[in-house]
């Protein structure tokens, strides 16, 4: 799990990346891909404006990246869970 949080040491948010993509929500092919699981972002709705909850998925895909991972899964709502 990833946090990230401000100067002050408040709790913003946080993610998870996990190598194995759960079976459910996903066709053959797509399981069949080496990727990535982002999931459980959650943020703090007090500094929604400041989209915490875009600057962790991206962190978390740089990151990856910068180890060779080039796949990611993700799963998200209309309602952001």
Not at 29 to 47: G, I, K, M, R
Request: charged share 20%.
């Amino acid at each position: 799990m990833w946090v990230l949080a401000g100067d002050d040491g408040r709790l913003i948010g946080c993610t998870t990346v996990q190598e194995q993509t759960p079976p459910w929500g996903w066709t053959e092919e797509e399981l069949n891909e080496p990727a990535h699981y982002l999931y459980t972002t959650v943020t703090d709705p007090a500094y929604r404006a400041m989209k915490p909850g875009t600057l962790l998925a991206l962190w978390a895909v740089n990151r990856q990246r910068s180890r060779g991972v080039h796949g990611f899964a993700v799963a998200a709502t209309s309602r952001g869970w």
